[in-house]
């Protein structure tokens, strides 16, 4: 997508947030929906941070490989402005699912948290993979700490 603006003409600020910006997200948010349906099978991952403003965010990201054979990721949502509990990161997840229509049953990598875990469950994720990066991790931290 190209933008193409007259040289005579500045928008304003609330033209490239209401405007500009939106029908960039839409024509993104199609070419993706059209990636996400063309492949044979993606995975979801989700991992949720808190800002130093105390701010939650969940990350709900789908990867997959594409016809040409190179890893894809799509952020699909980001931002919770309620905790981090099990309950609300379903309602991300479920939101994500709709916003993209994701077909029920994707595949999930996450954190080790419980909330996670519920989540996934809630949500129909299968199978639900623990993240083996941050399992190694906590063993390790374990190990060195007794």
Known sequence: MVLVLDPQYVPTRQVFTDT??????????????????????????TNSCTSRATESYVRVTACFISLHWKLQSYVCKHRLYLSHTGANNVAVLLSAFNEWEILSNPPLVT?????????????GCNPHICCYAQTLNLAAQKYLLH
């Open 20 to 45: 500009i910006i939106h029908d960039i997200y839409l024509q993104v948010k199609e070419d993706v929906n059209a990636c996400l349906h063309l492949t044979y099978k993606f995975a979801l991952t």
């Open 111 to 123: 954190e080790n948290a419980s909330n996670k875990v519920v989540a996934s469950s809630e949500a």
